[in-house]
């Protein structure tokens, strides 16, 4: 009996021994003769089922968090919608984007600051950044237009493509051509009228009275009608002038022979006897037009430092064509501004003016082609100390005639394949905006003599009034956002991939 009583204990000090929260001393000290617990082993924790629970707890924590994590980086700020959208989600046609903040006349002028390069001396070289991998050399030519050479600005595959872009688009014949080609000059009178029939033509209710509002509501500047440019505003200053503020048929008289006799004895011919024989075409640069068209409205950008809102809402690339024995005579890209007048880009944003003209307040000239003989870029006055008209007249000679007189001009560029020229066509007011027109800008295009001549001409148009050409961009901007609300919805049913023109 006894000997069993001792297997058990022993048995039971083994048991005890695998217990980890039972010191091993107390079934030593314990008396043989003191009553025993019964401890049921299921009500004890082992060691293996504490591993086994503290590794589903640790799983289920890590679950957790790679949850979270999953949601957090799937619903980046982007995906994030605000909870008017998340309500209106069922309608189809797509919500219009929030109008952008509306640029204050006040601010207009520091908003859109033109920013002018500056050229240091002739034959400075400094470097500009266009492209990401390489920095181009920009080489003053001159002060008087301030002008700049950039070599390389385009690469052979582009200047090939904007020529092939020209080509498939189709090229028109210049409007303006030399006597002898079988077409008027587009600046010449149609008509042979009478100083009599003008007046009665312009004095729109027959009082014998001419006021400023009947000379401007009859005139245009590019119609090739009547009345040229020039003598309108040889009629508007005559009309200043008079203390009553009206002409009588002999005011106007006196004032419209002087017109015609200014215009008639004008040396330089700028702009009634303005000739050139080449071909052109314009090549949308806008978004859907091709990609080296858009690079190259981007590069302008880059190098112009101007707003890009300018460069965007300017004119289409013109691509002219020079075959052997076409030129252009000296002219200006732009014209002088005049309190009567309203520039052409910017004549939507509420100017009834009926006299437009061209406000491009600088120049780059892509040479896209070289030529074997001839074509150079003449600017017969750059850098003179003085600037006369009469001047333009040396012995008889006229300088504006690029046939006869090329070699003369002061300036002269050969063209050369990728070369961009760059030249500000105004001044500047001083103040960070457009001033008056540079004469120095006097520019032509000398005879082709022997191959063919690619170029192309980038215009940023500036409306001289700083007001006007914010308020013109607001308005763009507001029908912008207002047409590509509903564009949108169509997209998918539309070719959006096509490019509006060539």
Request: hydrophobic residues 35%; negative net charge.
């Amino acid at each position: 009996m006894e000997d069993s009583e001792e297997e058990f204990i022993e048995q039971e000090e083994c048991d005890f021994h695998d217990l980890p929260l039972i010191s091993p001393y107390n079934a030593s000290f314990r008396s043989p003769r003191s009553p025993r617990l019964h401890i049921e082993r299921s009500n004890v924790c082992s060691r293996a089922y504490f591993v086994v629970v503290m590794v589903f707890f640790h799983v289920y924590i890590l679950n957790v968090i790679a949850l979270l994590l999953y949601v957090h980086y799937s619903n980046g700020p982007g995906d994030l919608v605000p909870l008017d959208q998340v309500l209106h989600s069922g309608s189809r046609l797509p919500q219009p984007a929030p109008a952008a903040p509306e640029v204050r006349v006040e601010e207009t002028s520091h908003s859109f600051s033109l920013h002018r390069m500056e050229g240091i001396r002739v034959g400075h070289i400094q470097k500009v950044s266009l492209l990401p991998d390489r920095t181009h050399k920009m080489k003053t030519l001159s002060l008087k237009p301030l002008l700049f050479e950039i070599p390389g600005f385009l690469s052979e595959e582009e200047c090939r493509m904007v020529v092939q872009l020209a080509q498939l688009k189709g090229l028109m014949d210049s409007q303006s051509t030399a006597p002898g080609q079988g077409h008027e000059e587009s600046n010449q009178p149609l008509l042979a009228l009478s100083t009599e029939e003008v007046f009665s033509l312009l004095d729109l209710n027959q009082d014998g009275l001419l006021q400023k509002h009947e000379i401007v509501s009859h005139s245009r500047s590019r119609d090739g009608t009547w009345l040229s440019p020039d003598h309108l505003r040889q009629i508007l200053t005559g009309l200043e002038v008079c203390a009553t503020g009206m002409l009588t048929l002999g005011d106007f008289t006196r004032v419209y022979e002087v017109s015609q006799h200014s215009g008639q004895q004008r040396s330089g011919k700028l702009h009634s006897h303005f000739k050139q024989t080449n071909k052109y075409t314009w090549l949308f640069q806008g978004p859907g037009s091709h990609h080296v068209l858009q690079t190259l409205q981007r590069r302008v950008i880059s190098l112009t430092r101007l707003p890009a809102s300018l460069v965007e809402l300017s004119e289409p690339l013109q691509v002219i064509r020079y075959e052997q024995g076409d030129f252009s005579n000296a002219h200006y890209d732009s014209s002088p501004s005049h309190s009567e007048t309203s520039c052409a880009h910017t004549r939507l944003a509420g100017n009834t003016s009926a006299l437009t003209v061209s406000c491009r307040y600088l120049t780059v000239l892509f040479y896209l082609s070289s030529v074997d003989d001839g074509g150079e870029t003449t600017f017969p006055v750059a850098d003179n100390r003085t600037y006369d008209e009469q001047a333009l007249d040396q012995d008889g000679v006229d300088l504006t005639d690029t046939q006869q007189t090329c070699g003369r001009g002061n300036l002269r560029m050969k063209p050369t394949a990728g070369t961009a020229v760059l030249w500000y066509n105004h001044l500047s007011d001083g103040r960070g905006w457009m001033g008056e027109l540079d004469e120095y800008s006097l520019h032509g295009d000398c005879p082709v003599r022997r191959g063919v001549k690619w170029l192309a001409n980038s215009w940023v148009d500036v409306d001289p009034d700083h007001h006007q050409q914010a308020h013109y961009q607001r308005l763009v901007a507001q029908r912008h956002r207002a047409k590509s609300g509903i564009e949108e919805h169509y997209q998918s049913l539309s070719h959006s991939d096509l490019h509006q023109d060539l």
